[in-house]
């Protein structure tokens, strides 16, 4: 999934001489919390945030005193080093950029022109997508070797029962360096008996966990 089917297109902006009262107004309005600059002609020039913006106010107890704080305009407070991406950027590449940064909104740029955003929510719903949560599934997880094939093997098996993959993901065993834990979502909400026949050629699946039986 590439950016340009994630990001919202419909971006709230502002100009640098919008000023704080409005920058908040506008906030509060689209119920959003970050506001990307730009200048008459499209192109970034900053970004704010709902946390610059209280922190460029007057508190509650001070604000009736001095209303000029708020019409200070939002160039004085925006910050102007903005991390941005492309619409044909990666989902996944995406991910790693707001963590190693630590941040909440990345603005979309095309020839320096502003296109549209991009959230952690919009990163969290995508997550979802990308691993078929939101789709009626359940889960299945094999640990096995890390030599090549070993997927290919797995999802044969599970072909094997006319059951689709939704998607898979693959992480390192902490434990074993030489095992790989795959992670299916299947489309069947009865994985018992596909997780049965693993077991049975061999395979070390983690879940499901074999049902108890009654003694």
């Given at each position: 999934?590439?950016?340009?089917?994630?990001?919202?297109?419909q971006?709230?902006?502002?100009?640098?001489?919008?000023?704080?009262?409005?920058?908040?107004?506008?906030?509060?309005?689209?119920?959003?919390?970050?506001?990307?600059?730009?200048?008459?002609?499209?192109?970034?020039?900053?970004?704010?945030?709902?946390?610059?913006?209280?922190?460029?106010?007057?508190?509650?107890?001070?604000?009736?005193d001095?209303?000029?704080?708020?019409?200070?305009?939002?160039?004085e407070?925006?910050?102007?080093?903005?991390?941005?991406?492309?619409?044909?950027?990666?989902?996944?590449?995406?991910?790693?950029?707001?963590?190693e940064h630590?941040?909440?909104?990345?603005?979309?740029?095309?020839?320096?022109?502003?296109?549209?955003?991009?959230?952690?929510?919009?990163?969290?719903?995508?997550?979802?997508?990308?691993?078929?949560?939101?789709?009626?599934?359940?889960?299945?997880?094999?640990?096995?070797?890390?030599?090549?094939?070993?997927?290919?093997?797995?999802?044969?098996?599970?072909?094997?029962?006319?059951?689709?993959?939704?998607?898979?993901?693959?992480?390192?065993?902490?434990?074993?360096?030489?095992?790989?834990?795959?992670?299916?979502?299947?489309?069947?909400?009865?994985?018992?008996?596909?997780?049965?026949?693993?077991?049975?050629?061999?395979?070390?699946?983690?879940?499901?966990?074999?049902?108890?039986?009654?003694r």
């Amino acid at each position: 999934m590439i950016v340009q089917d994630m990001m919202n297109k419909q971006a709230v902006t502002a100009l640098p001489q919008t000023t704080i009262k409005e920058a908040l107004l506008l906030l509060k309005t689209h119920r959003i919390r970050h506001l990307p600059i730009v200048d008459e002609e499209g192109l970034l020039v900053g970004i704010i945030s709902d946390r610059d913006l209280r922190d460029a106010s007057p508190s509650i107890f001070d604000a009736a005193d001095h209303p000029e704080e708020f019409q200070r305009p939002v160039s004085e407070i925006m910050k102007r080093d903005v991390i941005t991406a492309h619409s044909l950027d990666f989902a996944e590449d995406l991910l790693g950029v707001f963590y190693e940064h630590q941040i909440g909104c990345i603005p979309v740029l095309e020839k320096k022109k502003l296109v549209g955003v991009i959230t952690e929510r919009d990163m969290l719903y995508t997550l979802i997508q990308l691993t078929g949560a939101h789709q009626p599934s359940s889960h299945l997880e094999v640990k096995v070797e890390n030599i090549a094939g070993k997927l290919a093997d797995v999802a044969s098996l599970i072909k094997n029962f006319k059951i689709n993959i939704n998607s898979v993901l693959v992480y390192p065993d902490k434990q074993e360096e030489h095992q790989k834990i795959l992670v299916f979502r299947i489309g069947t909400m009865n994985p018992y008996r596909i997780a049965s026949e693993l077991r049975q050629n061999g395979y070390d699946v983690i879940w499901p966990q074999e049902p108890e039986v009654e003694r």
